[in-house]
């Protein structure tokens, strides 16, 4: 973990405006010219890390596999390894809340599986995640 | 010590920044989040509160939420609300802030 890193959260679905994505362009941006930066995914943020499936499946059961396909989200993060960004840091807790795990997000997701391991996806409890935040001196949550 | 600011009306979004607070940090309600003192279950919410809690004066007159204030007086101290001048003294003073969506 580079604790000099500026740390941004994502803290808003991939479906709720334009704030998320602002704050992935953000990070490239600032990985492009180098500057150290860390990526925590929290609350609804962890839907950056769902297939489109599981994410609309929360919206509407049982329809999600006949709806139109849309852009899957997750190719925007598995595109970090590139700007140098090997480390993603996810909210334990909203893990649990939608019954998800790390393991289980990269056997559902093919496309965070296509990096082999390249992205690692760290999962913080609620003790860590609070320790996580403190030790960052610049936080920007999206 | 840590600010964090809230500016929506989003009980998630109260419970997501006070289990990230610790002793020393504070707490500044904004905008539309001052409306959160509305309500009874975030109002139990703010009570757990480790930290000190901060309420924008004009965001309170805005929305005429003063009179919720005196409900609660062990909630909500005398000096719980601040000005622009007191917001600003406010992020100076805490070594990081937070503004948290």
């Known amino acids: 973990m580079k604790t000099e890193a500026t740390l941004i959260i994502i803290n808003s679905s991939p479906f709720a405006g334009s704030s998320a994505r602002t704050g992935i ?16 995914l929290k609350g609804e943020g962890i839907g950056h890390l769902l297939p489109l499936e599981i994410s609309t499946l929360s919206l509407v059961t049982n329809e999600a ?18 700007y140098g960004i090997a ?6 807790q ?3 809340r939608t019954e998800q795990n790390i393991l289980h997000l990269t056997k559902q997701n093919p496309a965070l599986n296509q990096n082999h391991g390249e992205l ?13 935040v403190q030790q960052h001196k610049e936080v920007l949550v999206f | 010590m840590q600010l964090f600011i809230l500016s929506k009306s989003n009980p998630l979004s109260l419970s997501d920044a006070l289990s990230l607070m610790e ?8 905008d539309e989040a001052t409306n959160l003192i509305k309500l009874r279950d975030t109002r139990k919410l703010l009570a757990t509160l480790k930290g000190r809690l901060y309420l924008l004066e ?7 939420l003063g009179c919720f204030l005196e409900s609660e007086p062990q909630l909500f101290s005398k000096d719980v609300t601040i000005d622009y001048q ?6 100076l003073s805490h070594a990081k802030v937070i503004n948290w969506n």
């Open chain 2, 23 to 30: 002793m020393g940090d504070s707490l500044l309600l904004i």
């Open chain 2, 58 to 64: 004009d965001s309170l007159k805005e929305r005429g």
């Open chain 1, 25 to 40: 362009e953000l990070m490239l941006t600032m990985a492009a010219f180098e500057r150290p930066v860390n990526l925590l």
């Open chain 1, 65 to 82: 596999k006949n709806l139109p396909k849309i852009k899957n989200h997750a190719l925007n993060i598995v595109a970090l390894p590139l």
């Open chain 1, 120 to 132: 690692i996806l760290t999962e913080l409890d609620t003790q860590a995640l609070k320790v996580f």
């Open chain 2, 86 to 91: 007191g917001f600003v003294q406010l992020a």
């Open chain 1, 87 to 92: 480390e993603i840091y996810v909210d334990g």
């Open chain 1, 94 to 96: 909203a893990l649990n």
